[in-house]
């Protein structure tokens, strides 16, 4: 490994995992995703121009490359890396991708202290109300990588996403202090990261089952309420007609439109756990 790149020190196996791992999506003639045991990753383009956008669960580069392959041919290799934001599931194998890719990586600034070995996330809440993956949470990582000496960059202030000339980018904070959704207006297709999620991510049943219903982040690692409701306001007014979420399936059409508003009205009932560190903004 690169001596330059530094995975977490706490990175490891999660042994995790759903019936739709390993399984692929084509979402739009140019939108494909993957569901990595619990997460998805989301490769845009063609074979001739294309970009990754997150970078999956930890030790599970060799299955990324193997569906890049299949998909944009046996050289394939991506205009750029796009981070949603840097917990472990979006992450896990970037350091060895970019041992693979020498390609450069963009995420919002409020990202990089993570990114760069600077700070570590809050530790995962297993005192919030949920379900048991929100009790065993504490065994999920939460250690910075550090890619500093790559060539980690800014996305563009005026909300353009590099090497993706249709897509802007949607601050959505709130789940991490820096996320982003990507939004195309041709045909309203969200990349929602983990503001919106299609799967009740702490109950072991529904992720497993890949269960289909329109939530909030995942709570135990949440950490500002307030900042979470705001972004699901901001993406719902986008009047997204598909959504490829962090967690779960993509949906679309009325059951989306539907689950949006639903959750906008209702996110303090659905979303908002009763209790737990982060809830109100206030750790304990």
Not at 64 to 93: C, M, N, Q, W, Y
Not at 263 to 273: N, R, S
């Amino acid at each position: 490994m690169d001596s330059n790149l530094r995975q977490s020190e706490d990175n490891k196996f999660i042994p995790m995992t759903s019936i739709a791992s390993g399984k692929a999506w084509q979402a739009r003639p140019d939108v494909y995703y993957y569901t990595n045991q619990i997460v998805n990753f989301v490769m845009i383009g063609t074979s001739s121009h294309w970009v990754l956008v997150d970078a999956g669960m930890p030790k599970c580069s060799e299955e990324i490359l193997e569906f890049a392959r299949s998909i944009f041919g046996g050289t394939a290799k991506p205009a750029a890396i796009i981070l949603t934001h840097g917990h472990f599931d979006h992450v896990g194998s970037l350091v060895w991708l970019l041992e693979e890719w020498d390609v450069p990586v963009y995420a919002h600034p409020l990202e990089f202290p993570f990114l760069t070995g600077q700070q570590a996330y809050p530790e995962p809440d297993t005192s919030v109300e949920g379900g048991m993956l929100a009790k065993i949470s504490s065994i999920y990582p939460n250690e910075p990588i550090n890619i500093s000496q790559a060539k980690l960059l800014p996305l563009p202030e005026n909300g353009t996403v590099p090497e993706l000339p249709e897509w802007h980018w949607v601050f959505t904070p709130g789940h991490s202090p820096g996320q982003v959704a990507l939004f195309r207006e041709s045909d309203r297709t969200l990349i929602s990261a983990d503001a919106v999620i299609t799967v009740k991510q702490d109950s072991f049943y529904k992720v497993l089952m890949q269960t289909e219903e329109i939530q909030g982040p995942p709570r135990y690692l949440t950490t500002d309420w307030t900042a979470a409701w705001d972004s699901v306001r901001k993406l719902e007014a986008l009047h997204p007609q598909m959504i490829i979420p962090g967690h779960g399936k993509h949906m679309e059409g009325e059951a989306l439109t539907t689950g949006l508003r639903k959750l906008v009205e209702e996110f303090d009932t659905i979303a908002i756990p009763k209790h737990g560190k982060f809830v109100d903004g206030n750790e304990s």
